[in-house]
């Protein structure tokens, strides 16, 4: 971590400022070292780069596993693309203009596919995510000069409210216990005037049921084991590829049908695994949005993408409901 990251992490339990010990350093990066909370005397280990505010993976490990393993694969700057960058622009609306110097939250970093575009466009970035998947993005993209990565829970951010000019959180809130909530806490990290989008599963279609009942046994399968299952997805491809066999298996047992084949087992295994996966409807997440005082709710092509702009800070909004 960078030591300036402290003009915007606070202890998450108490939301005041940290102080740093440092024990190591490369350059500008503090590699181990601690955080420590003077008013409610917390303390954070910084491992490997980053400050780790909670202890475990907890219910994310599936993402810790994955995203050390398949770190690379959704990098444009490692796959020579830009799927990335598209994926990126089309959960949010947002112009490249938008990120030139504006603080961002990438609230689920994972490896860093999206935190890494933003950062390319200017953005000061702040990434996080509850699994070891930190490690991997501090591999690809923690050394940025303008990438600031922390181990941390939707829950319980290091951040204050209404500290981000743009949040995203792309294919995360629906990993987490209640995605409703979550969804409240990266809503209130953002500052007045600033915008949040999201992009979640949707549940319209009768597509998921098989998936559902699949899910009650992978998700209690080793990861290890299940790496080894959704290796099948590579050549099941083309199988499923046929016209209307290949229409019958997908519903059936679906599998990604990414081109690229290390996409396509990551795809497979990031389907499969996760403890948690929750599917919403449009008009739900629009309602979301509106209790959280966003105006001007975008609605993008493939559900379910959606963008809001703040306009009331949440104290404004509490007082004028007291009075
Ligand atoms: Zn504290």
New binding site residues.
């Given amino acids: 971590m960078k030591r300036n990251a402290l003009n915007v992490l606070v202890?998450p339990?108490?939301k005041?400022s940290l102080l740093l010990t440092a024990d190591e350093h490369e350059g500008p990066e503090v590699i181990t070292g601690r955080l420590h909370?003077a008013?409610?005397d917390?303390a954070y280990p910084i491992v490997r780069g980053v400050p780790r505010f909670v202890a475990t993976g907890s219910y994310a490990t599936s993402f810790g596993r994955q995203w050390n393993w398949f770190r690379t694969v959704q990098l444009d700057s490692k796959n020579g693309t830009d799927a990335s960058e598209r994926a990126l622009r089309a959960v949010t609306g947002w112009q490249d203009s938008d990120y030139a110097g504006a603080l961002v939250l990438d609230a689920g970093v994972g490896a860093g596919r999206f935190a890494e575009c933003a950062a390319r466009k200017g953005a000061e970035v702040f990434g996080i995510d509850l699994s070891a998947a930190t490690d991997a993005a501090y591999i690809n993209i923690g050394r940025l000069e303008n990438v600031h990565l922390a181990q941390a829970d939707i829950w319980a951010m290091p951040f204050r409210e209404g500290t981000f000019d743009l949040a995203y959180s792309i294919g995360v809130l629906h990993h987490t216990p209640d995605p409703r909530v979550a969804f409240d806490k990266v809503a209130a990290a953002v500052k007045t005037g600033g915008s949040l989008a999201v992009y979640l599963y949707d549940r319209h279609g009768p597509d998921h049921v098989f998936t559902d009942f699949w899910r009650r046994i992978t998700t209690r399968l080793p990861h290890a084991l299940m790496a080894v299952v959704t290796l099948l997805a590579i050549p099941l491809y083309f199988l499923y590829r046929l016209p209307i066999l290949g229409k019958l298996l997908h519903f059936v047992l679906p599998i990604s049908m990414e081109p690229d084949w290390r996409w396509r087992w990551l795809d497979t295994f990031d389907w499969y695994t996760p403890k948690y996966q929750w599917k919403f409807l449009y008009p739900e997440v629009f309602r979301w949005f509106r209790e959280n005082s966003f105006r001007d709710v975008e609605i993008f092509d493939g559900p379910i993408r959606m963008s809001g702009v703040k306009t009331c800070h949440p104290e404004v909004l509490a007082a004028a409901r007291r009075a």
Avoid: E
């Fill in positions: 202890c339990v108490c005041s909370c008013r409610c917390s």
